[in-house]
């Protein structure tokens, strides 16, 4: 059975910072680039931040500067540290493997509330 499982969110101030965390089973994380992907009420999923195999990061022009996405493949495990947090930033958070999402599915989710 495939699972990603998410945690780390909660309720912070603007201009505060948060550490994500996603533990994956069930499939072989090492070989699979990853996402962290966000929806805010009312809105479509937007991705935040990606990584590949190789450990070469990639972060939407909304986060920039803020966002750092990291893994472990050891743990099968994928990071998103959030600083200088926003309002805006708020939403609920997922990992994701982007090219076998149809397999894993998407996981419960974290949620982020800015305010």
């Known amino acids: 059975d495939v699972q990603l499982v998410e945690s780390g969110g909660g309720l912070v101030q603007p201009g505060g910072s948060l550490r994500l965390s996603c533990v994956a089973s069930?499939?072989?994380?090492?070989?699979?680039?990853m996402s962290w992907v966000r929806q805010a009420p009312g809105k479509g999923r937007e991705g935040v931040a990606a990584?590949?195999?190789?450990?070469?990061?990639t972060t939407a022009d909304s986060v920039k500067g803020r966002f750092t996405v990291s893994r472990d493949n050891a743990n099968d495990a994928l990071y998103l540290q959030m600083n200088s947090l926003k309002p805006e930033d708020t939403a609920m958070y997922y990992c994701?493997?982007?090219?076998?999402?149809?397999?894993?599915?998407w996981g419960q989710g974290t949620q982020v509330t800015v305010s």
């Open positions: 994701a493997a982007p090219s076998a999402l149809v397999t894993t599915g």
């Open positions: 990584i590949d195999t190789d450990g070469t990061p």
């Open positions: 069930g499939f072989t994380f090492s070989t699979y680039a």
